[in-house]
């Protein structure tokens, strides 16, 4: 959907690129390093380089039977998504957010994005960062209320 809105743009004369992601985070990452000083493809690459090494994650809670890449959940119980593929299933969301943080991070992580939604979504956040703050002093940890529904927490790592 956004090639094509790109694809229309660029034929009313604009300048536009899309930068590929998959996931929210990876365009906060992206909007982050964003420069509007610099040449427009500059810009463009070095967006896309934040977007493309940003690890993401989320937790939410299943609301049917189904077999994961973790074994098969059922529902209510708590899937732990990173990059893309279900890690973990527990039942506890903080236990769950906690885990997947820890999964994506690695010795060379410097920040970590959380993104709160709906419902519990800032408990989560600060439960994360309090947990970061106290195992891994060096990451420095942003908090955004997203207010996105179904996913309670998205987490990035660059």
């Known amino acids: 959907m956004a090639a094509a809105a ?4 660029r034929e009313e004369g604009l300048t536009v690129s899309v930068v590929p992601s998959r996931a929210t985070v990876q365009g906060v990452a992206a909007l982050a390093v964003h420069d509007p000083m610099r040449r427009f ?14 690890r993401h994650g989320h937790v939410w809670v299943a609301n049917r039977e189904a077999v994961t890449s973790a074994g098969v959940c ?4 708590v899937l732990g998504v990173v990059d893309g593929d279900v890690a973990l299933i527990g ?15 690695s010795v060379s992580s410097e920040l970590v994005t ?7 979504g800032e408990r989560l956040a600060a439960a994360v ?30």
């Open 6 to 9: 790109a694809r229309i743009a």
């Open 41 to 54: 493809d500059d810009d463009v690459v070095a967006m896309t380089e934040a977007a493309g090494h940003t």
């Open 74 to 77: 059922r529902p209510g119980d």
């Open 91 to 105: 039942s506890d969301l903080t236990e769950t957010a906690i885990a997947v943080a820890d999964r994506l991070l």
């Open 114 to 120: 959380l993104i709160s939604g709906t419902g519990p």
């Open 129 to 158: 960062r309090d947990h970061l703050a106290a195992t891994r002093p060096d990451v420095e940890v942003t908090v955004y209320h997203g207010g996105q529904g179904g996913y309670p927490l998205l987490i990035g790592v660059e």
